[in-house]
């Protein structure tokens, strides 16, 4: 088979979510089927370390498409020329954005639909775009993949589609997180929190992961214990949003917490590794990587019970209530004082983290392509 996948979120210096499963998936494919060709299709220059093997070739389409106008003009007339240009057999878009302009078999993967029950958190450009256009997406679809149990359910009710037409793959985690040795953990404490121990949030600033509540949840931690554990921030907002600046100018312990933003793999899995806990208290996610992440480097969890946490988190996480603050802050507590607490988790969160593998989500993937492309 001609396979062309949408590789426009492999970006050299800013792997994001949809990057990394792009990454993660599609390198596994590759690898392991040099019997068919792939062709990549980037909307800027790549490196070339995202071309996995010699079977891929690499083609940058125009315009860059990161703007509701550009994504139709890319998807629907940039991708639909290439895809008849080089014989297409099969388009797969781990992003969920397909062309709705040809006729050539696709997938795609939908990870969440949180535009569609939280439209106040997206700029009104952008959600324009995707409650018009995923729902033309889903039912263009040869077949569709998504994330988790939760994700699968909310496609099928929300936009009425079969269930046989949607196929859950989890997502994975990296290899890299692993358990730190002690000295290490104290080391990278010198490094991010003067020696401190530290919650850790990772993810971008967008408004469903529920920021503003974790802030008000630590400040109230901070001011009903005096721990000295501090809270590390790492990731860079998705969308501009000064409510994080006025609420750390009207608390007394804004200097409790820090703000990395965006940080290469080896440093994050440092930083996860060296956490107390991680917080993420989203609610609304698709699937929630850190929480494996967290799993993997031996670092308990505290999370929401809504969507798919719970799924994900199973009995290794604390879950909370993502609506309440005081729920918040209660679960930071006992995971701040509590040893025995916390070693119950890290243990449950050993077997748990199992059940989640880039490698078997790639096959269960590359099984939906084979049925679509041949048939």
Known sequence: MRIAINTRFLLKHKMEGFGW??????????????????????????DK??????????????PQARHPVLFKIWFDYSITKALKKYKVDLFFSPDGYLSLKTEVPQIGVIHDLNFEHHPEDLPKSALRYLRKYFPKFA????????????????ICSTYNIDS??????????????????????????????????????????????NIERMLHGFFKFKEQTGS??????????????????????QSNYSDA??????????????????????????????????????MRANVPILTSNKTSLPEVAGNAGLCVDPYSIEAITKGMQALDSDDNLRKELIEKG??????????????????????????
Do not use: C, M
């Open 21 to 46: 499963f792009t990454y993660e998936i599609v390198k596994r494919i590759v690898e392991a089927h040099p019997e068919h060709d792939f062709i990549f299709f980037f909307d800027r220059s790549f």
């Open 49 to 62: 370390k995202f071309i996995f093997a010699d079977n891929v070739k690499p083609v940058v389409l125009y």
């Open 139 to 154: 039912n263009k679809a040869k077949k569709i993949i998504t994330v988790s149990e939760y994700s699968k359910q909310d």
């Open 164 to 209: 046989n037409k949607v196929v859950v793959a989890h997502n994975g985690a990296s290899d890299k997180f692993t358990p730190l040795p002690q000295i290490e953990q104290t080391n990278i404490r010198k490094k991010y929190t003067d020696g401190k121990p530290y919650f850790v949030y990772v993810g971008a600033l967008h408004a469903r992961k």
């Open 228 to 249: 000295e554990t501090k809270l590390l921030i790492v990731g860079e907002s998705l969308w501009k949003n000064a409510s994080y600046e006025l609420i750390l100018k």
């Open 257 to 294: 917490v820090l703000f990395s933003g965006h940080v290469k793999l080896d440093e994050l899995t440092q930083i996860v590794g060296a956490a107390k806990a991680l917080t993420l208290v989203s609610y609304f996610e698709g699937f929630g990587i850190p929480l494996v992440e967290a």
């Open 350 to 375: 050993q077997e748990q983290q199992k059940k989640f593998s880039w490698d078997n989500s790639a096959k269960i993937i590359w099984e939906e392509i084979v049925n679509v492309g041949t048939n």
